[in-house]
């Protein structure tokens, strides 16, 4: 990001990442000095119960070695609609997302190693995510830059739906409204 670029801030979570977006990640070993690579989609769509599944699929390349990879996790809204919980494919809580600002960090400990997240948003079509792992176990930082490939999809309030399972009465969201981890 250039120095004179603002963070964009985004009103509504769900609605920003709906859609499909470009994924390009580096992932550097920092004590051994071994880097890869990540490229491939992200696509945000309905969940069946509200919120977002969110399905990442592409290649690999680590030490030369080119590889198939796939995540899912699950974007459930949070208490205001520019947050969000983010839970693993199995339903364990992975981090809190809060895009107010444009800008978030968030921390996920990991048996003794932790994950600390650093979301940053530019604008509607490009977002950042670059997280720094630090432990026994693991000494990386990933950063991971998304861009969007489509036109963001207008949700309904069917994503909104709370813990409760009630959904939200209000129309769609705005669809112009503006935040991968290895193992």
């Known amino acids: 990001m250039a120095m004179d670029e603002a963070f964009h801030g985004v009103p509504d979570v769900l609605a920003y990442l709906a859609g499909t977006w470009q994924v390009e990640r580096t992932a550097r070993d920092v004590a051994g000095s071994a880097e890869g690579h990540f490229t491939g989609t992200t696509v945000f769509s309905l969940a069946a119960g509200g919120g977002?599944?969110?399905?990442?699929?592409?290649?690999?390349?680590?030490?030369?070695?080119?590889?198939?990879?796939?995540?899912?996790?699950?974007?459930?809204?949070?208490?205001?609609?520019?947050?969000?919980?983010?839970?693993?494919?199995?339903?364990?809580?992975?981090?809190?997302?809060?895009?107010?600002?444009?800008?978030?960090?968030?921390?996920?400990?990991?048996?003794?190693?932790?994950?600390?997240?650093?979301?940053?948003?530019?604008?509607?079509?490009?977002?950042?995510?670059?997280?720094?792992?630090a432990g026994p176990a693991k000494d990386l930082i990933l950063t991971t830059a998304y861009t969007r490939q489509d036109p963001a999809p207008p949700i309904s309030g069917s994503a909104r739906v709370g813990a409760s399972g009630e959904g939200l009465t209000a129309g769609p969201a705005p669809s112009t409204s503006p935040g991968r981890r290895v193992r």
């Open 52 to 133: 977002l599944l969110h399905h990442e699929s592409g290649t690999f390349t680590w030490r030369g070695t080119a590889r198939p990879a796939e995540r899912t996790l699950r974007f459930l809204p949070g208490d205001d609609p520019a947050t969000a919980h983010v839970l693993f494919a199995d339903g364990r809580p992975f981090h809190d997302l809060d895009l107010r600002t444009g800008r978030h960090t968030a921390d996920h400990p990991c048996a003794l190693d932790l994950y600390r997240g650093e979301f940053e948003v530019y604008d509607e079509r490009r977002w950042r995510m670059r997280w720094r792992v």
